[in-house]
Nanobody, 129 residues
């Protein structure tokens, strides 16, 4: 049974940093399409970044490129999101997601929320101006 658990959210002032972590069980995160999504009130769920670690593929939404860094830790089986230079518009509930075996590395970069079968419960990030 695949389970994902996020941690590391919180409140920070604009320009600050946070590091989110997603602990995975029942799946080897390095050999799956893993992603971070976010959803703000009244908005659609947005993919922030994705990684397919075993083939070294990762990508970012334009809105976070150059500020966020996604990484995978095989020893801990976690997927992390380092968020720097945070802006108030980054405030949202952040979710970790994992694809099933059919979501291969070729599709990982453009896969949307409907393509991911496993989700964490989310962690709140609030950035004040």
């Amino acid at each position: 049974q695949v389970q994902l658990g996020e941690s590391g959210g919180g409140s920070v002032q604009a320009g600050g940093s946070l590091r989110l972590s997603c602990a995975a069980s029942g799946v080897t995160s390095s050999s799956r399409c893993m992603a971070w999504f976010r959803q703000a009130p009244g908005k659609e769920r947005e993919k922030v970044a994705n990684i397919y670690s075993s083939v070294g593929r990762l990508s970012y939404a334009d809105s976070v490129k150059g500020r966020f860094t996604i990484s995978q830790d095989s020893a801990k089986n976690t997927v992390n999101l380092q968020m720097d230079s945070l802006k108030p518009e980054d405030s949202a509930l952040y979710y970790c997601a994992a694809g099933d075996r059919t979501l291969d590395w070729r599709r990982c970069g453009w896969a949307g929320a409907a393509d991911f079968g496993y989700w964490g419960q989310g962690t709140q990030v609030t950035v004040s101006s």
